[in-house]
């Protein structure tokens, strides 16, 4: 019989919680609660419940831990990432670009969540657990993920309050009006293109993301980008709506120069009060090669015109 993780006595202030509800404190994730009562691993008076069973004070809850998978000798690898930051309650991550943060159609294994599976908890969707927000495939940079429920919680209400400060490196084409600016147009799925958004979209959501020119090269310029709201593709898309897409980004314009084999987008710094103790965290990840490479070219392009 597998080992005991945790066991304990439903006390008089918690009857009437579901099952899951009630091992959300002891296992920092209701999320894994769910998973182990599906897998039969969690006892209530000796026998299996479903996750949605009302305990009842005086009941023992018994938890057994889960055993090790088999060994695999082959299949999808583990997603990469750097540990940027870590403590008791999260970890911030350096997500290099082609790591799919979690699953989805098409990419079910190899995903950046199932790789922090063991550290990384939080949440109701057991498919993501601890994921607070995302980076697409081809974007690198930096992510924050939770390491239980309540860190989860406080760390989706930072996003929500807009206290989750996130800025990026784009190398767009063209040089845009102004040095500075906001782009606030609603985006949604395309009504020509269902694969892609667009601000031509019939489900529009509200989208603003704001831009600081940092270098101007002879037809490129460097932008720092942070975002205000995080909808799915939203700098790719609103840097294609004002006639300066992002480089190498084949799927909204972008030209692919210095090449440049995806969009040269980078999740350089993220910047929030820490969900528990309050104290600033502030970290950033430099631009990987690839797209160091492209800089450097930029600029060496640059200089020769002038």
């Known amino acids: 019989m597998a080992e005991i993780e945790w066991e304990g006595v439903v006390g008089a202030g918690r009857d009437g919680l579901r099952l899951d509800q009630f091992l959300a404190e002891p296992l920092r994730s209701r999320a894994r609660a769910a998973r182990l009562i599906a897998a039969g691993l969690v006892e209530v008076d000796g026998a299996q419940r479903h996750k949605r069973h009302a305990v009842r004070a005086g009941e023992r809850v018994v938890v057994r831990r889960q055993a090790p998978g088999p060994a695999v000798a082959s299949g999808p690898q583990p997603a990469a990432f750097t540990v940027v930051f870590e ?3 999260l970890i911030v991550v350096d997500k290099p670009a082609g790591v799919v943060v979690h699953p989805a159609r098409g990419h079910e294994q190899g995903t950046l969540a199932q790789a922090l599976a063991s550290r990384a908890r939080g949440g109701e969707d057991p498919q993501r657990p601890g994921i607070v927000h995302r980076l697409d495939r081809d974007t690198s940079g930096l992510l924050v993920i939770a390491k239980d429920d309540s860190a989860h919680r406080r760390l ?15 190398l767009v084409d063209g040089l845009p009006p102004a040095r500075t600016g906001t782009i606030d147009a609603p985006i949604g799925r395309s009504r020509r293109d269902r694969l892609v958004h667009s601000i031509e979209t019939d489900s529009p959501r509200e989208a603003r993301t704001h831009f600081q020119l940092l270098e101007a090269f002879a037809h490129e310029s460097l ?3 942070s975002l205000e709201t995080g909808r799915t593709h939203q700098i790719r898309v609103h840097m294609q709506a004002i006639g300066h897409p992002v480089l190498g980004d084949v799927a ?10 995806r969009q040269f ?25 690839d797209l160091s490479a492209a800089l450097a070219l930029a600029r060496a392009q640059g200089s020769e015109l002038h």
Do not use: I, K, N
Request: hydrophobic share 45%.
């Open 87 to 89: 403590d008791r309650w």
């Open 156 to 170: 989706q209400a930072l996003l929500a309050a807009r206290e989750l400060r996130r800025e990026y490196l784009a």
């Open 223 to 225: 932008l720092s980008v």
């Open 252 to 261: 909204y314009g972008g030209p692919a120069r210095f090449g440049l084999e």
């Open 265 to 289: 987008l980078h999740a350089a710094r993220l910047a929030f009060p820490h969900p528990v103790t309050g104290q600033p965290v502030d970290v950033s990840a430099p631009l990987p090669a």
